[in-house]
């Protein structure tokens, strides 16, 4: 595997014939300090408080092209009062790799996987159950994809049949994107709608969403953003803290040496290093939006992030290793044709003076 300052010249490839199934452009060997940025299309927006720089989905130079995430609102970059809270957290992407994986001292995306900051994911695809291999399905935010054999596999690169017609509207502090996707034979369509806006005079952004369902099928699936959070590159581990509002249940660790629930909080025991993973399941929320709240804050930097989301939680876990920490709250959707959805994120950045207690 060469990293990406030994191959500064290489940007794209088409995958081999040696994988037929990913008959897309994927965008490799990016390193961690993002250098080949402006080769991509790409915004920045800021209301004078908050900063962000945003890859633009385009399906012929696009970033980001694969099938795994929404291409919209991919922020790859956002700072407040210097402190930096997204950002890379691998250090180059290979397209045969599924997932990611540690390779000596290198984490290795796959192409799927290949995002920063609040990526979302649409995560069950439309009619995956009923095509046939070959056939055709739809991942929202994407487009349709052709059906391989086996089980669905959010982590694989699907071929890309169709992306819908995409449209992008950029303001100084906002940008507006729009998906526009028809499958007449599935019997799928819709309008998906988003804006990434920072609010005026504070340091806040809002992401809001909308999908229209336009086709004659009711549209069922769920929708999470990662939120890669990696405040000042700093290893999640005990100057960490992630708290929500409601008292988690015990039980749900993966590896509770490393992190484990404490009340509202998830604690980290150790700084994560090597190949820890950290795996938190939040059990215990109701059925309002309130408990769709998110706290994560580093008291060593003295900067952190309150997300809050306008819709109740699915399911919600924390999902961290040794350069990133993301907690994913998941929302359900179930739209019936002619009806439409709307959801929203609001993330609250803040200082304080860097102590070993909570602010």
């Known amino acids: 595997m060469l990293s990406s300052f030994q191959i500064r010249g290489i940007r794209k490839f088409w995958v081999s014939a040696a994988l037929p199934a990913v008959a ?9 300090e993002l250098s080949f940025a402006a080769d991509y299309p790409h915004a920045e927006i800021t209301n004078g408080k ?17 099938t795994r995430f929404d291409w919209s609102g991919a922020i790859y970059s956002l700072e407040y009062e210097g ?21 000596g001292s290198q984490i290795v995306n796959g192409s799927c996987g290949a995002l920063e900051g609040p990526a979302y994911e649409f995560q069950t695809p439309l009619d995956w159950n009923s095509a046939k291999p070959g056939g055709e399905f739809i991942k929202i935010g994407v487009g349709v994809l052709r059906k391989t054999d086996g089980a669905y596999n959010r982590f694989f690169p699907y071929e890309i049949l169709d992306t819908g017609k995409w449209t992008v509207k950029t303001h100084r502090d906002r940008i507006e994107f729009q998906q526009v996707l028809s499958d007449p034979a599935l019997g799928y369509a819709y ?23 336009t086709g004659r099928r009711e549209i069922k699936s769920d929708v999470y953003a990662h ?13 960490y803290t992630v708290n929500v509002p409601f008292q988690i249940q015990p039980g749900g660790e993966r590896n509770s040496q490393l992190a484990e629930a404490r009340g509202h909080e998830i604690v980290f025991k150790k700084v994560l290093n090597g190949e820890d993973q950290a795996i938190v399941f939040m059990r215990g929320f109701n059925d309002s939006s309130e408990d769709n709240q998110i ?19 699915l399911r919600e876990f924390l999902w961290s290793i040794r350069t990133v920490l993301a ?28 102590s070993n207690n909570k602010p």
Do not use: C
């Not at 908050?50 to 694969?66: H, N, Q």
């Not at 609001?346 to 200082?351: F, G, K, L, S, V």
């Open 191 to 213: 309008v998906y709608r988003k804006v990434v806006r920072l609010v005026r005079g504070k340091p806040e952004m809002v992401i809001e969403s909308s999908l229209k369902n």
């Open 295 to 313: 706290t994560i804050m580093n008291r060593k930097v003295g900067a952190g992030v309150r997300i809050h989301g306008d819709r109740p939680l």
């Open 83 to 103: 402190h930096s809270f997204l950002g890379p957290w691998y250090d180059s992407i290979d397209p045969k790799v599924i997932n990611f994986a540690f390779q």
């Open 327 to 354: 907690v994913e709250a998941y929302v359900a959707i179930d739209i019936p044709p002619g009806g439409d959805f709307t959801w929203k994120n609001t993330y609250d950045y803040y200082t304080f003076q860097p």
């Open 227 to 239: 939120n890669f959070t990696t405040i000042d590159h700093q290893p999640p581990g005990p100057d």
């Open 50 to 66: 908050i900063t962000a720089k945003l890859y633009l989905p385009d399906a012929r130079e696009g970033y980001y092209r694969s």
């Open 24 to 32: 897309v452009l994927l965008s490799v060997f990016i390193g961690p």
